[in-house]
C-alpha cells in the first residue's frame, strides 16, 4: 500500500470517528470502517492509526473542555455528566470499529487500549483541567455539607460524578480517592469534630450515644447512596474516631447522665447503647470497663469495711449478693456477657472481698442461716383489732419463709463468692464449727442440702477440702443406728438409765471441730449413770476406742415445775403464760438449756438457794462459763429469767446469792434459754484463736506440697518451686512468700531437702 492510498484510508476512519463523536452515526457502514482498519494494522500501518486516532479523541475534548468551562456557574454537574455519558457511549462504538487495531497492535507494541486510552485523554483533559478540578471538588463537598445540615440536593448527580470518577482510575481508585475521598474525609473530620463538641454541651450521654448512632446510619446511608462503597469504611472511622474515640472519657464521666449515673439507677438499656457504641472503637470496652470496674470496687469496699456497730454477718453476705445480682444483670443485658466484663466483675469481687479478713467467716455464717430449720414456707391468719372502732376482724398475713428450692438457689449465688475467697482454709474451719452445731442440734433443713452444698465444695476445691464435713455425716449416721442398738439393749436388759431419755452422738476427733482442752463439769448423777449405762454398752462392742464427754457442745431438755398463784379477776387460780396447770399452785414449762445450763438448774432440786461460790465448787464449770449461764438465767430476758439474784446487777460476782423465780413466766410451754454473749460470731480473742490454728495448719499443708514437688522433680530452682507451691496451694489460700521460704528452710534443716554446691538456689530432694 502507497502513502496516498494509507492516508485515503486514514481520512475515511477520521471523518467516521468525528461523525460518532457528533452523534451523527446513523448513515455510517460500521463493517466498512472494520475493514479500513484491518487493512491498516495488516500492513503494518497500526501506528499512524493509533496515533490520529488519539489526535481526534483529544481535538473533540478540547470542545467539550470548553463546554464545561463554560457552564462552571450554571449546571455544572448536569454538563459535565452530560459529557461523559456522551463520551463513554462514542468510546464504546470506536473500540468496536478499530477493534482488530485492539487485538493486534496494542497487544503488540504494549499500549493502552482504545476505550482506556479515551477515559485518560477524558481525565487529563477534561476532569483533571485545574478549575473543573477544583470546581468539581468545591461541588461535591458543598453539596454533601448542605444535606448534612438537613437540605434537599440531587443525590443522583453526585453519584455519577463518582462513578465517573472510579471508572477514570482504570482498575484502581487513584482518581476518585486523590480528587473526592480525601477531601471529603477531611472536611468530615472537622465537621464531626465540631458536631461533637457541639452535641455534648447540649445533650445527655444517652442522648449524645443515639445521635452519634444517627450519624453513623447516616453516613452508611449516603454510601450507599450516592458514594463509592469503599468509603463506608473510612467515613465509618471518621465518625468514631471524632465523635467516640476522642468523646469517651467525657461520656462516660458526664454528671447526672454519665456510665456511673447509669449504673447506680440501673438503666441497662443506657448502658447497651453505650456498650454497642464503645464496642466500635480500639480500647472503648476497655476503657468503659475500667469505668465501671473503678464504681464497682467503690461500692464493694464500702459494704466490706464497713464495719458498723453490730454488723450482721447474714446482711453482710446478703449486699455482696445483691450487689453480685445487679452487675450479673447488667452483664447479660446491657454487656452481652462479654468476656471483658464478666473477668472485670470477678476480679473486682475478689479484690475487695478479700479486703475483708472476716468474709470467710461471715459466708458461713450466712450459709448456716439458710440451712437451718424452718424455712418453709408458711402462710397463716391473724387476729387485729382497730381500737379506736372497737371492731375485731381476721386478716390474712402471709410469712413468706424461704423453699428448699429458693434455699438451693440462694446457696448456688454463695458457692460464687466462695469462688472469689482466697483464704477457702479459713472458710472450712468456720464452717466446719457451724455445720457441727446444725448437726448436734437437728436444725439442718434437710440432709439433702448439706450434702449439695458439701457436693458444691468438693466440685470447687477437690476431695480433701470436703472429707472431714463427709466424715461428720457418716458419724450423725452410725450415731442414730447406734442409739436404735443402744435402745433396743436397755428395753431387752432392763437396765435403768435413772428416768433419762439419752441420746448420745459418737463424734470422730479428726472430724469435727473439738477443743483441745475440753472444758470441765461435774454432771448430775442421772444422767451421768444413764451415759455411764451408754459408755458401757458402746466399749462393750468398740474395744480399745475411748469416749470423752463434751460438754461445751451438748444440750437437754428440762421438766421444770414453778410454784405460784395467779389470781383471775374473779379470784380463780390459773397458770401463767398459757402454761399447763397440773394443780392450783404448779405450772410446767420444758425448758430446752445447754449443758452447762442443766447442771446449774439441777443443783436447785436439793435446795432453795444457792451462792455464786456453792455453783461453781459443786459443778466445776469454768469461770468464765459459769458467768455466761448464770447471766442467761438471772439477767437475760424477762421470759427467760427462770432464776432471780441479789443483789440485782447485770454483773455475776462472788458473793450473789440465785434462787429459783418462781413468778416465771412465759406464753409457750416449751422455752429455749438463750446463752448471754453467744452470737453468731466469734469474739475477737475466738478469732485470734482460729487464725492460729489456721495458720498451723499451712505450716504443714505448705511443707507437704514442698515435699510432694521435690519428690516428683528431684532438682528445682527456688523460684520455679515457689510458682508451683503457690499455684497447687491458690485453691485452698494464697501462701505469704516469707512463710514458704521459711518451710523451705525447716525442711533444709530436717534434710528433707538440700542446697546444690553449685547453686544455693537450686534445691535437691533427699530420699
Not at 467503690?298 to 450487689?323: C, F, H, I, R, T
Not at 546444690?756 to 534445691?763: A, G, I, L, Q
Request: glycine share 4%; charged share 30%; hydrophobic share 35%.
Amino acid at each position: 500500500m502507497d502513502e496516498t492510498y494509507v492516508n485515503n484510508i486514514w481520512n475515511f476512519l477520521k471523518n467516521g470517528i468525528q461523525e460518532v463523536q457528533r452523534k451523527n452515526n446513523a448513515e455510517l457502514s460500521f463493517e466498512e470502517l472494520y475493514k479500513n482498519v484491518y487493512k491498516m494494522v495488516f500492513h503494518k500501518h497500526g501506528e499512524k492509526l493509533y496515533t490520529g486516532l488519539r489526535e481526534v479523541v483529544r481535538e473533540h475534548l478540547k470542545k467539550v473542555q470548553k463546554d464545561v468551562l463554560n457552564s462552571l456557574n450554571n449546571n455544572f454537574l448536569q454538563t459535565l455528566n452530560q459529557a461523559w455519558n456522551d463520551h463513554q457511549t462514542a468510546m464504546v462504538m470506536i473500540r468496536d470499529i478499530v477493534i482488530y487495531m485492539d487485538r493486534v497492535y496494542v497487544q503488540q507494541n504494549n499500549v493502552e487500549n482504545v476505550y482506556n486510552l479515551g477515559l485518560i485523554i477524558f481525565r487529563d483533559q477534561v476532569v483533571r483541567y485545574r478549575c473543573i478540578q477544583d470546581h468539581l471538588k468545591r461541588t461535591l463537598l458543598n453539596m454533601i455539607a448542605c444535606e448534612r445540615k438537613g437540605d434537599v440536593v440531587d443525590r443522583g448527580a453526585i453519584r455519577n460524578a463518582c462513578q465517573m470518577l472510579m471508572i477514570l482510575g482504570l482498575d484502581g481508585r487513584s482518581v476518585y480517592e486523590e480528587d473526592f475521598e480525601r477531601p471529603f474525609l477531611k472536611m468530615s473530620r472537622e465537621f464531626f469534630q465540631m458536631e461533637s463538641e457541639k452535641f455534648l454541651a447540649q445533650n445527655s450521654a444517652i442522648v449524645y450515644i443515639k445521635k452519634v448512632e444517627a450519624r453513623i446510619n447516616e453516613e452508611i446511608e449516603r454510601v450507599l447512596h450516592y458514594l463509592d462503597k469503599s468509603t463506608q469504611e473510612p467515613i465509618v472511622n471518621v465518625v468514631e474516631r471524632e465523635m467516640i474515640s476522642k468523646q469517651m472519657k467525657n461520656i462516660m464521666e458526664m454528671e447526672n447522665s454519665g456510665l456511673v449515673h447509669m449504673l447506680k439507677n440501673g438503666k441497662t438499656r443506657d448502658l447497651a447503647c453505650m456498650y454497642m457504641l464503645f464496642s466500635r472503637v480500639p480500647y472503648g470496652l476497655k476503657t468503659m470497663c475500667e469505668c465501671m470496674s473503678s464504681y464497682l470496687r467503690e461500692q464493694g469496699k464500702a459494704l466490706v469495711l464497713d464495719e458498723g456497730e453490730g454488723k450482721n454477718p447474714v446482711d453482710y453476705v446478703q449486699s455482696l449478693l445483691d450487689l453480685k445480682t445487679q452487675f450479673d444483670c447488667f452483664l447479660v443485658e446491657s454487656f452481652n456477657n462479654d468476656r471483658l466484663f464478666k473477668q472485670t466483675i470477678a476480679g473486682d469481687f475478689e479484690y475487695f472481698l478479700n479486703l475483708n479478713s472476716h468474709s470467710p467467716e461471715y459466708l458461713s455464717l450466712f450459709i448456716d442461716d439458710k440451712l437451718r430449720q424452718g424455712v418453709k414456707g408458711v402462710s397463716g391468719i391473724l387476729s387485729t383489732r382497730q381500737h379506736f372502732k372497737e371492731v375485731e376482724q381476721s386478716s390474712p398475713v402471709f410469712f413468706h419463709q424461704l423453699t428448699e428450692q429458693e434455699v438451693e438457689t440462694i446457696l448456688d449465688k454463695a458457692m460464687v463468692l466462695f469462688r472469689f475467697m482466697q483464704e477457702k482454709d479459713v472458710f472450712e474451719r468456720y464452717y466446719k464449727q457451724h455445720l457441727g452445731r446444725r448437726l448436734l442440734s437437728n436444725k439442718s433443713v434437710s440432709d439433702d442440702s448439706e450434702k449439695n452444698i458439701i457436693s458444691k465444695l468438693k466440685t470447687e476445691c477437690g476431695y480433701h477440702f470436703t472429707s472431714k464435713l463427709e466424715g461428720m455425716f457418716r458419724d450423725m449416721s452410725i450415731s442414730n443406728a447406734t442409739m436404735d442398738e443402744f435402745r433396743q439393749h436397755t428395753h431387752t436388759t432392763g437396765a435403768s438409765l435413772s428416768g433419762v431419755d439419752l441420746t448420745v452422738k459418737v463424734l470422730t476427733t479428726g472430724y469435727w471441730p473439738i477443743q483441745s482442752a475440753t472444758p470441765k463439769c461435774t454432771i448430775p448423777a442421772a444422767p451421768s449413770h444413764a451415759f455411764e449405762v451408754f459408755r458401757r454398752f458402746y466399749l462393750t462392742k468398740h474395744s480399745g476406742r475411748h469416749l470423752t464427754l463434751q460438754h461445751h457442745m451438748g444440750g437437754a431438755d428440762l421438766n421444770a415445775t414453778f410454784y405460784s398463784n395467779i389470781k383471775k379477776d374473779n379470784c380463780s387460780d390459773v397458770g401463767l403464760g398459757g402454761a399447763q396447770v397440773t394443780s392450783l399452785k404448779t405450772r410446767k414449762h420444758i425448758l430446752q438449756v445447754s449443758t452447762f445450763q442443766m447442771t446449774v438448774l439441777m443443783l436447785f432440786n436439793s435446795r432453795d438457794k444457792c451462792t455464786y461460790e456453792e455453783i461453781q465448787q459443786e459443778t466445776d464449770i469454768p469461770e468464765r462459763e459459769l458467768v455466761r449461764v448464770l447471766q442467761s438465767f438471772a439477767c437475760g430476758k424477762p421470759t427467760q429469767r427462770v432464776l432471780t439474784k441479789q443483789p440485782k446487777s447485770k454483773e455475776i460476782e462472788r458473793g450473789h446469792v440465785f434462787t429459783v423465780n418462781d413468778h416465771f413466766t412465759s406464753k409457750l410451754h416449751r422455752v429455749k434459754i438463750q446463752t448471754v454473749a453467744a452470737k453468731q460470731e466469734e469474739s475477737e480473742p475466738e478469732r485470734k484463736e482460729t487464725r492460729q490454728k489456721v495458720d498451723d495448719d499451712r505450716k504443714h499443708e505448705i511443707e507437704a506440697v514442698i515435699v510432694r514437688i521435690m519428690k516428683s522433680r528431684k532438682k528445682i530452682q527456688h523460684k520455679v518451686l515457689v510458682a508451683e507451691v503457690i499455684q497447687q496451694l491458690s485453691t485452698r489460700f494464697l501462701p505469704s512468700l516469707v512463710v514458704i521460704k521459711e518451710r523451705i528452710e525447716g525442711l533444709i534443716e530436717r534434710e528433707y531437702l538440700a542446697r546444690t554446691s553449685e547453686n544455693r538456689k537450686v534445691y535437691t530432694y533427699i530420699a
